[in-house]
């Protein structure tokens, strides 16, 4: 390969190419140069957020900590994993239909010997819409091992609400428009 193989403005159909032919036509030479920084740092960045917590806990992709959503008929239950935590470092909140889990991992030594370190570190938070009506007064988190589990029990609307389709075996019918 060439040297002028790698450089983008020398070949025919490339990004860089065509900004400058936008700009020959007359076109914004900030927008375009805004443009291609964002491009640029959406092309570095590609692939760090599964490697990379960001500020406040979250994972560009994933959210932390990691919860597992089950839903029966009359409750709703939410297990979470944090993992070197205690229980009074983690708040459990129910505002409007969306459950809420906050608070802060703080390390446990100084940074003074550390050289490496995958750990998460600082305050998260987690929203967690429901879809359903639960009885506010009847909720119950407990937090063992790691492990925060929330049970939300169901109003007796919500248990209700949903209406389970019988799905019959054949042919799938076709219907003109």
């Known amino acids: 390969m060439a040297i002028r193989d790698?450089?983008?403005?020398?070949?025919e159909g490339s990004q860089l190419s065509d900004m400058y032919r936008d700009l020959h036509r007359g076109g914004d030479p900030f927008m375009m140069l805004h443009r291609e920084m964002n491009r640029l740092f959406d092309d570095a960045m590609r692939g760090f957020e599964t490697r990379m917590p960001s500020?406040?806990?979250?994972?560009?992709?994933?959210?932390?900590?990691?919860?597992?959503?089950?839903?029966?008929?009359?409750?709703?239950?939410?297990t979470a994993?944090?993992?070197?935590?205690?229980e009074k470092d983690?708040?459990?909140l129910l505002d409007d239909g969306v459950l809420t889990l906050r608070g802060e991992k703080r390390a446990?030594?100084?940074?003074?010997?550390?050289?490496f370190s995958e750990r998460f570190y600082g305050r998260f938070e987690r929203r967690i819409p429901l879809g359903y009506e639960v009885e506010e007064d009847k909720v119950?988190?407990?937090?063992?091992?790691?492990?925060?589990?929330?049970?939300?029990?169901?109003?007796?609307?919500?248990?209700t609400k949903a209406k389970r389709i019988a799905v019959n075996e054949g042919k799938a019918s076709s219907a003109k428009h």
């Open 6 to 11: 790698l450089i983008p403005w020398g070949r």
């Open 55 to 78: 500020f406040g806990g979250a994972y560009a992709g994933q959210a932390w900590p990691s919860v597992e959503i089950s839903d029966s008929e009359t409750n709703i239950h939410v």
């Open 81 to 86: 994993e944090i993992p070197g935590m205690e």
């Open 90 to 92: 983690i708040e459990v």
């Open 108 to 115: 446990e030594t100084e940074d003074k010997g550390k050289q």
């Open 140 to 159: 119950h988190a407990s937090f063992r091992n790691g492990v925060l589990t929330v049970t939300l029990p169901k109003t007796k609307r919500a248990q």
